[in-house]
């Protein structure tokens, strides 16, 4: 199930040419663990928190061991993951992106270079 700021995420990605994601993506065979958005190919993981500073799961000690134990799992199965919460997606610079939108391009287009090499 996404959130509605998953979903201005989406919009954002989209919006900055960033397209080719998996949204609710399982990245580890085996585990229930699925991200928010998966770049499959570039293989990184995206999640969106958007419940860290109104006392949702990701800001209680449950919550943030489960989210340890996540991010764990992806880097040691090749993959990067980044998490964004929400002043990061929802705040704009003056070109209209956010912070997700710029460290999500960066790092996939960090990742190009790499492999056209």
Known sequence: ????????????????????????????????????????????????????????????????ERDMNKLNAATKHGWKSLQFETKMVKQLDEDGLSEAVKITKEILTNQSNKQEQ
Do not use: C, K
């Open 1 to 64: 199930m996404t959130s509605a700021l998953e979903d201005l995420f989406a919009l954002q990605l989209d919006a900055a040419g960033l397209g080719g994601y998996v949204r609710e993506y399982q990245a580890i065979p085996g585990r229930r663990f699925t991200w928010d958005f998966a770049f499959v190919r570039e293989r990184l993981l995206i999640e969106v928190q958007g419940g860290v500073w109104n006392g949702g799961a990701h800001g209680r000690p449950v919550g943030i």
